[in-house]
């Protein structure tokens, strides 16, 4: 007797083939049978007909980390289809933590009523435990949240003794179950890594199986560069490599796409396994300090905003910022507040001010944090970089809710709408991409990369991952103007085997389970 039976529905395994139509019984936390199934031999069924059965999706780049305390059910990521997060991406993990990045944490946190009762990668696991959660949840270690806790903020290479205690503390996160070292290069402290302390950090992942994924140190003028910068990691560290969200950032290098993509098929075809993530929008999403020089951010945020209230350096500043400005048609209005929805061009105006003297005083009102979303990205590029098949889907974001605090804001659509949208725009209109192999794209594609061996793929004897979803209504329905809105077409989703959506609601159920490197 099977626990459930998902009857007549359209099975996408996962691993690119046709769809083929078949039943599929779920026996606790697994897939125990797939074919012509019996009526009768579960407690419970779920009639598919006419619809899609495929893996529960995989985002393998996700900020998602301590959201899951204030919304255990994930829900802008759940009722995507997403089943499984990877967190700790960009440099920034919710761990190690030294003293002061204890305070720190705390104090961003307060307004949650969250305790930091963790120090270690392995603390916040026994912490998601305790909580239950709606999803599966891993994640990387950061080097820039290392380098943090061992270096602090300062633009300064690393002592030897340094540099020992980092591989210390990135080996004891990869015993405790990261999936691998994340770097954010071009955010403070990790952008003031250099290559060869990279590798060895990298070196130390590997030992442990684990993978390196970078947000590489540009992705406009110096993305050729940044992306040699990666390929030469993955092969003095022998590691496995993921180039995050893979863009040609900016009008001036848009048409990019097609040499950067070559370059991960020239360093496969050495033998070096790289590949990339990509989610299916032309805005991205970041913190405006990414516009200001690397020079104004020594020392952390601070240390930054003193910098900005002194006239002469505010001055060199705004030099700058109009300098990018001018390097792009209607720049301002490309770059929006995602505390409001507002343009920079909209805000400044607002207030009677010029747009480079507006980023300035509003990063000092912010203490430095202030999130955008910026639209510098070409379809073309991103047709080229959706359709190549060394790259998955993934969301660059952190799970969201249209109520409580998650709710606040307008943050990029894609933490509600990047796998719907996926499906709807470059397999069902654009017609880019076949349905089978979107799914790999999120299935089984993540799960070989991360070493997840029993997930991923509509399997016998796989954790009971699944979602079923009516294709030709699957919509992303989250805007620019309005993020916070679940899409359509995701009707049930499978976590474990427990039923966490079903006919498109949240059921309160939390099967989720930590996922630790090197466990299938």
Known sequence: MYDLIIKAGTVIDGTGSTGYKADVAVAGDAIAAIGDIPAGSAASEINAEGKMVCPGFIDIHTHTDFSLLINPQAESKIRQGITTEI????????????????????????????????????????????TKIGINFGTFVGNGTVRAAVVGLD???????????????????????????????????????????????????????????????????????????????????????????????????????????KMIDEARQRGLDVTADRYPYLAGSTGLTYLLPTWIKDGGAKKMVERLKDPEISDKIKVDLNAIANAGTDYWNSVLLCIDGSTIAEAAKKRDMEPADFVCQFLIEKNGSVS???????????????????????????????????????????????????IQEYVRERKLVSLPEMIRKMTSMPADKLGLTRRGRIKEGNCADICILD??????????????QYPDGIEYVLVNGQTVIEKGEHTGSFPGKVIRGSMP
């Open 471 to 484: 294709y030709e209504n699957v919509r992303d329905n989250a805007t620019y103007a309005n993020p916070h």
């Open 87 to 130: 967190g700790g991406n960009c440099g920034g993990s919710i761990a190690p933590l030294g003293e002061k990045q204890v305070q720190e944490s705390q104090k961003n946190l307060k307004k949650y009523d969250i305790e930091v009762d963790w120090r270690d990668i392995g603390g916040f696991f026994g912490r998601l435990e305790n």
């Open 155 to 261: 633009e300064r290479k690393a002592t030897e003794v340094e540099m020992e205690k980092m591989k210390s503390e990135v080996a004891k996160a990869m015993r405790q179950g990261a999936m691998g070292l994340s770097t954010g290069l071009i955010y403070t402290p990790s952008l003031y890594a250099d290559t060869d302390e990279i590798v060895e950090l990298a070196k130390v992942a590997a030992q442990y199986k684990g993978i390196y994924a970078s947000h590489i140190r540009g992705e406009g003028a110096t993305l050729f560069e940044a992306i040699e910068e990666a390929v030469t990691v993955a092969e003095r560290a022998q590691i496995s490599t993921e180039i995050a969200h893979f863009k040609a950032s900016g009008e001036k290098s848009w048409g990019k796409a097609e040499r950067a993509l």
């Open 372 to 422: 955008i979303c910026h639209f510098c990205m070409c379809q073309e590029d991103t047709n080229l970089i959706i359709k190549h098949p060394q790259v998955m889907i993934a969301s660059d974001s952190s799970a969201k809710a249209p109520y409580g605090e998650l709710g606040k804001g307008k943050p990029h659509p894609r933490g509600y709408g990047t796998f719907p949208r996926a």
